[in-house]
C-alpha cells in the first residue's frame, strides 16, 4: 500500500538543540498527524493537521502542514531528554485509510 | 472518555500455534478499528480495519485474520503462526483527533 517518506531516519542531538523532521507523500492528504512512539509503547497523539498551510504548536513541537497538501514537518525546539523515541507522521485522505512514515528515531545526549 | 485495552502485552508461540490478540474500546459506539504490526525498528503497517460489526477490510494478504463479533471487540488470530509473525502489534481506533493506539502486544514467534 502506499507509504510516505519520512526522514531523517534517525537523529543524534545534544539536549537543547533544536530538531526537525519531514514527511512527503506522492499523494494528496486532508489529515497529517504526528506521533510519539516511547519503547514498548504504542505511539501517541501529538499534534493533528487538517488544513493546508496549517501550523500547530503543542509545547515545544510545531508541526505545519504543507501548502501542497504532500507534505508535513515537525518541530522539536530546545530539546531535552524525554524527547527521545521513535517519532512517526501519518496521512490520510479519507480517515480509513491512514498511512505512516517509517519513524525518526530521536537519540537527545545530555 | 474514551479508552482503548489490548491484550496480552507480550506472548511467547512456537511456530505452528494460534493466536488471539483481543483489542476492546471503552466510551464510544460503533468505532472504526485497526490492527497494525510493527517490525523491529520499523514503521507501522496496516494489517486490517473494521468500520462495524462483521466488517473486515484486509490491507496485505498474510497469515493473520481479523475478526469483529461485537461493536467495541476486535480481534486479530491465525491458525497456526510463522517465525515472519513475530513483531510489536497495535490496535487503534479512530478518534480523540486522530487514531488512538492501545499499548500493544509483543509477539515472538520461536
Known amino acids: 500500500g502506499q507509504q510516505l517518506n519520512q526522514s531523517p531516519q534517525s537523529m543524534f542531538i545534544q539536549e537543547g538543540e533544536d530538531v526537525s523532521m519531514n514527511c512527503t507523500s506522492s499523494s494528496i492528504f486532508n489529515t497529517w498527524l504526528w506521533y510519539k512512539q516511547d519503547p514498548g509503547e504504542g505511539p501517541v497523539l501529538l499534534i493533528a493537521?487538517?488544513?493546508?498551510?496549517e501550523l500547530t504548536s503543542n509545547g515545544r513541537l510545531t508541526a505545519q502542514f504543507g501548502i501542497t497538501r504532500k507534505d508535513s514537518f515537525l518541530n522539536i525546539s530546545a530539546s531535552i531528554p524525554s524527547d527521545v523515541g521513535i517519532y512517526f507522521c501519518?496521512?490520510?485522505?479519507?480517515?480509513?485509510?491512514?498511512?505512516f512514515g517509517a519513524g525518526t528515531r530521536l537519540t537527545v545526549k545530555p | 472518555s474514551q479508552t482503548i485495552h489490548q491484550w496480552p502485552a507480550t506472548l511467547v508461540q512456537p511456530v505452528g500455534s494460534p493466536l488471539s490478540l483481543e483489542c476492546t474500546v471503552e466510551g464510544t459506539s460503533n468505532p472504526n478499528l485497526y490492527w497494525y504490526r510493527q517490525a523491529a525498528g520499523r514503521g507501522l503497517q496496516l494489517l486490517f480495519y473494521?468500520?462495524?460489526?462483521?466488517?473486515i477490510s484486509s490491507e496485505v494478504p498474510q497469515n493473520l485474520s481479523a475478526s469483529r463479533p461485537q461493536d467495541r471487540q476486535f480481534i486479530l488470530s491465525s491458525k497456526k503462526l510463522l517465525l515472519s509473525d513475530s513483531g510489536f502489534y497495535l490496535c487503534?481506533?479512530?478518534?480523540?483527533?486522530?487514531?488512538?493506539f492501545g499499548s500493544g502486544t509483543r509477539l515472538t514467534v520461536v
Open positions: 473494521s468500520v462495524g460489526i462483521g466488517q
Open positions: 493537521l487538517y488544513k493546508a498551510g
Open positions: 501519518a496521512g490520510s485522505y479519507n480517515n480509513n485509510d491512514m498511512r
Open positions: 487503534a481506533w479512530r478518534g480523540g483527533g486522530g487514531y488512538t
